[in-house]
């Protein structure tokens, strides 16, 4: 007896799917990398931010000068000054928990990103996201007038750019907020741009509150996009964060 046609098809949409997933999670459970040639673009991100850091602590001990070479001050951009500074800010930090704290976040939601869109997406998205909130903070600092000589460091505004694309693409991923604190992924970075506001508001912390939301703006935009042109598998994709 022939199969009716739409038996057949729903079939071959049944194995597409038991495909898709199994392949899926192949992507997120990585592999193992050899020590030179397999890292992951997360890894040598964390890696690159660990050896500027130590550098950059060399150098600014030596002399404070060289700060303005290195990190980014609206001032300076405005004026056509050191430009290079928007890129090398993302690889500074101001201490060793804004570089821990940084790290560990870009450790856990970076190689997660990363398994999910490929290793040459992922590594544009990072800089463009860091970069663009780079030129975010510049802009408001023009437009309000306020905060165009401090001096923006670290790689906050790439990271909440791959949380705004989580908050996308993966709206119900499990996280821990400040590792401890269960939340769903588009919660989570809601909380900590509000909540970071608040608290360099009434600490009078040197935050990048500005820079944050640039970059998870950047996030949000391109989220949106992969999801409108990959529907199918980003609604596979959240099928496994019910």
Do not use: C
């Amino acid at each position: 007896m022939l199969k009716k046609p739409q038996e057949e098809r729903n079939k071959k949409e049944s194995r597409g799917k038991m495909n898709y997933r199994r392949y899926t999670r192949r992507r997120l459970a990585g592999g193992r990398y050899d020590l030179f040639g397999g890292l992951s673009v997360t890894n040598w991100l964390i890696i690159i931010n660990i050896i500027f850091f130590i550098f950059t602590l060399m150098i600014l001990t030596q002399n404070s000068e060289f700060m303005d070479y290195l990190a980014l001050k609206p001032s300076n951009i405005l004026q056509g000054k050191y430009l290079w500074t928007i890129l090398t800010s993302m690889f500074m930090h101001a201490n060793f928990t804004h570089l821990l704290v940084n790290m560990i976040s870009l450790m856990f939601i970076g190689n997660f990103i990363e398994r999910v869109i490929g290793r040459k997406r992922f590594f544009w998205f990072y800089m463009a996201a860091g970069l663009i909130a780079g030129l975010f903070f510049v802009l408001s600092s023009l437009i309000f007038q306020s905060g165009l000589d401090i001096f923006a460091v670290g790689a906050s505004g790439a990271i909440f750019g791959l949380g705004g694309l989580l908050m996308i693409l993966t709206p119900n991923l499990p996280v821990l907020v400040f590792f401890i604190i269960p939340m769903r992924m588009w919660t989570a970075m809601l909380f900590l741009l509000f909540g970071l506001w608040v608290i360099s508001s009434l600490a009078g912390l040197p935050i990048g509150n500005i820079a944050h939301l640039g970059g998870l703006l950047v996030g949000v935009g391109f989220g949106l996009y992969l999801k409108k042109k990959y529907k199918r598998k980003v609604a596979m994709l959240n099928r496994m964060f019910r």
